[in-house]
């Protein structure tokens, strides 16, 4: 898919996002200071022209993911079946996954994004008082504006934009049975788990960039499937082995994991269900 070579490029420019920190708060010490005001607002504006790029993509993103859910459940084949037959798009989807968590563990960790857009349109709101049309303003209008930053305002931003398009997928075809698209993820999310908790696999990844994909794509699809799925991933009738993923993650130094985990405390929707066990809950705490 077009939308995978893209994807690179994308991380790789959120990875050298510095922000304007320093020009923002230099601008706003010196509020007299025009030529300071002006160093920030051009400081800010090719980051947002940036952020306005992150956020279409995510757009794409989605529509890519909803054909993939397409051709996974499409009948006659069962998911296992759809997986095993179209390793290609398996790869495709896990590919994905595994970018949205990485987009999202870079973004958890740089406040400078939302430092620097809510500068951005705290000086757009400011200039309109005084009846000044920035030209910058032309690239984000308001309602853009508005979108985006209900998009980075989320935790894990691409991941809620994923479920939120397989929710939607879901319920916009009522014809597909609900366990197509969840047999589907939890097929994944078992793979990932064996082949990260079974010595003979794991002997084979020569990186950890292997083990790392593995890891993102088991907690995107978990991720996914407790938005899909009625009573949620979590849950004992769940087909996903919730502490058999959790464990296999804490095995796994602590830096490396910590964001995967938060994504599950706090991106997930049934956590905190009564019919998640204490056990579940207390390996998250």
Known sequence: IAVLEEAHGILAELQSYNGAGQEIREAIQNPGDLQLQEKAWNAVCPLVAKLKRFYEFSLRLE??????LEALTSPPYAPMQHLEREQALAKQFAEILHFTLSFD????????????????????SRNRLNNQQLEAENEVNNEMANRMSLFYAEATPMLKTLSNATTKFVSENKTLPIEDTTDCLSTMACVCRVMLETPEYRC???????????????VGV??????????????KTSKIDMKGCIKVLKDQPSNSVEGLLNALRYTTRHLNDDSTSKQIRALLQ
Request: glycine share 2%; hydrophobic share 45%.
């Open 63 to 68: 529509n890519a993911l909803r054909s993939l």
């Open 204 to 218: 084979r990844f020569t990186n950890t960039d292997t083990m790392l994909f593995c890891m993102r794509v088991m």
């Open 105 to 124: 563990e870079l973004k958890m960790t740089n406040p400078a994004i939302q430092n620097d857009f809510s500068y951005y349109r705290r000086t757009i």
């Open 222 to 235: 978990i991720i996914l499937y407790d938005h899909v799925h009625p009573v949620g991933a979590f849950a």
